[in-house]
């Protein structure tokens, strides 16, 4: 599962279920009107939709679409037919310039390249500056599993996050997100903020008018809150743990290690260097199984672990025992089966981003 | 700063300080007492004082050489002149087999190989099986600093955390170790258990007769506790996040990640295959920063980084900020200047040892 909380397959009261393959021709349609290259449009496409079919939706078509994608092409502030190419090289390691293209394309790109350097070398690292937001981090490091490798990809951002004890945001929600290929069962799938919560979490008890857990965000002086509007209004988040008892400074040594791979390995930067609008940097590594095991045994031992995991017997009351990817998994499957659940909002305003841009709308 | 929380200057209350090279030349004599080579021993005792050095006195001298290297070598259970060898290899990566020599040995020659690949291809990965408890994960990411790299240790460990819901334990406290090279500040080191706090931790609580923190542990029907008796009866600590609303399964990801790379990357295995008994799996990697950036730029912005977060004004009330590194910095430099901290009962027991064995001890 991810902090981000895949979705339960219910479809949320009011939202119209929209067909994958539908909505990845719009989607295609619109970064097509946008400037994108077919190929581009379709890598952004997939990326989109895979957020969506695993159950992120915060990264999906929904949100930043039309608040982030759209404007800064339509603006130039991102650059719609990127020369991406890399700075440094090796046959082991890339540092890549994405020329401000769309983080997703660029990551895509970059992801590639760390799984065709594994191929020959065993293991692929490509860091990457010069990229913008690129929505889940997890569909990337995902690319990895259909090869037999264990897949990485991480992404520093907007400072969000206080240091431990401090008053400041320092860091972003940082996200760091490995995949492990098994054999029968779902992949292992890790996609975790190095915050307690993201913000959007913030926002959803803001909205349902709940407090906020003990150890997810801090006011404006840098005192824990859970006080919903007060937690919003700072938009200081507290590193996965919360506080110094629960682990907290694990949770900013995390952030501080995604910042490092992905802001200083690639030169794009951190803290105030970074931002929606400044860009970002990113991190993908590759590591083939092949190198070090039998790849089908490993996989075999892999369903053993899971199902192990899977198989504790569960604390009275409590809810069972998963691992990350399962409720991915199941979110997909239905998702791709019922269609992908949008709010009539979001459909309005991509049906409205269409007719601006001259393209058709399929519902 | 760890998990296993770097200890501050202060003399603890009772305890003599050793001279670190004192110290060091009694634990080289212990070992080759136990049948290591001079080498071997010079190496276990580097990693047992450093260590103790950095603050993370449970995994220094004081605790497993009476408890477990010191017997397991009397015993037999741990080879005393391992025959380590690749069981496969390339000019990235390598598996190694410990030929079950003591862990400290094992890890530092996989770690000294990860680097001597990093150095000829940029980035160098080594797992490791028929290795035994290694002490301080910390100390082998480190030796990446010196040349320029960045190193990453972790190991499992015998079941002590539990799956989140879960009732019974299924992964070690599995600690991930993470170091970066900086310029003029002290580097980033961090050295975390995945769970919310290690075993030691609940002992401490039940010898000061003291609750426990409410994400640390759970009964043994899996229910979260703060009764330090049950807690430390049942030995089912929480991975980080301890609870679903402070970010548990991804201290449980983070677990399987340790379990994943440490385990089934090299076929040491994972649940109960591995334990202090039965040997347990490694996982190294030296990534040379040159690769993707100039050394000494990386290394400046990497005193910028850290002065910035340092600089972070804290909360009203609250400690300064730091970073990872910063406590086993001073605490370093305190005990190299004033000799490392020791309970009169672990003197008493080395004499003891030493004793036993025929050598020396020096006070």
Known sequence: MTERQAETEATPVGFVRLDSETLRGNVIRIFEALGLTSKDAATVAH??????LMGVSTHGVSNYILLLY?????????TATPNIKAVRESPTMALIDGDNGMGHVVATHAMQLAIKKAKATGIGIVSVRGSQHFG?????????????????????????VVPLHGSESRFGTNPLAIAVPTDQEPPFHLDMATSTVPLGR???????????????????????????????????????????????????????VVDIVSGLLSGAGVLDQVSVDRGVGHFFAALSIEGLRDVDEFKTEMDHFVR?????????????????GVKEARCRADRLAQGIPLHPDVIAGLEGLCKELGVDWRG
Chains 1, 2 share one sequence.
């Open 47 to 52: 990326a989109l939709i895979e957020a969506d």
């Open 70 to 78: 759209a404007p800064f092409l339509q603006k130039g502030m991102t």
């Open 136 to 160: 889940a981090a997890g569909v990337y490091a995902k690319m990895a599993l259909e090869h037999d490798m264990i897949g990485v990809a991480t992404t520093n951002a907007d400072q969000l």
């Open 202 to 256: 913030i926002m959803l008890s803001l909205r349902a008018g709940e407090p906020l857990g003990p150890g997810w965000a801090t006011d404006e002086a840098g005192r824990p809150t859970i006080d919903a509007e007060e937690g919003y209004r700072a938009k200081r988040l507290l590193p996965l743990g919360g506080s110094f008892d629960l682990g907290g400074h694990k949770g900013q040594g995390l952030a501080m």
């Open 308 to 324: 192990a995991v899977v198989a504790t017997p569960p604390a009275p009351d409590a809810e069972p025992v998963i691992y990350a």
